[in-house]
C-alpha cells in the first residue's frame, strides 16, 4: 500500500525544487553549484532540472497552479536575499503540500500511478 505522501516525494518535491532552481539561476544568476547547495542537492541534480531530465512529470501541472509559481517565487527570493532560514524553508515546503491537497486532481494524478483508486476516494484531499 502506497500512500498520496510517497507521491509527493517521488515527483512533487522534484519537480518544485526545480521551479525553485529555474528562478534562482534565470532570476538571481545563481550558479548551479550555489543554487544547488541553497537547496541542498548536488549540481548534477540541478542541471537535470534546467534540461528538464528530473521533475518533469509534474512541472507543467506544478507551473499551471498560481499558488504554486507564486510560493516557487517566495522561496527563490527569500533564498536569493539570504531571507530564509532552513526551518522556514521547510514549513514552506510543508505549504507546497497543504496547497496541493486543496486542489482537487493534483495529488489524486499523482496517488493513480501507484494504486487503483475508487471514483469517490477523498483520502488525497481529506
Not at 548551479?32 to 518533469?56: D, E, F, M, P
Not at 536569493?80 to 494524478?109: H, W, Y
Request: aromatic share 6%.
Amino acid at each position: 500500500m502506497r500512500t498520496p505522501c510517497e507521491g509527493i516525494v517521488r515527483f512533487v518535491l522534484p519537480g518544485f525544487r526545480s521551479l525553485i532552481a529555474k528562478r534562482l539561476i534565470e532570476k538571481y544568476n545563481f550558479s548551479q553549484v550555489t543554487a544547488a547547495k541553497k537547496l541542498g542537492t548536488t549540481q548534477a541534480t540541478i542541471s537535470h532540472y534546467l534540461y528538464s531530465k528530473r521533475g518533469v512529470k509534474i512541472l507543467k501541472q506544478l507551473e499551471s497552479i498560481n499558488s504554486v509559481r507564486s510560493l516557487a517565487d517566495q522561496i527563490a527570493m527569500r533564498i536569493a536575499t539570504q531571507n530564509l532560514s532552513p526551518v522556514e524553508a521547510m514549513l514552506k515546503f510543508c505549504e507546497l503540500c497543504k496547497t496541493l491537497r486543496t486542489k482537487k486532481g493534483v495529488i489524486c494524478d499523482i496517488h493513480k500511478l501507484f494504486i487503483a483508486l475508487p471514483e469517490t476516494c477523498e483520502l488525497c484531499h481529506g
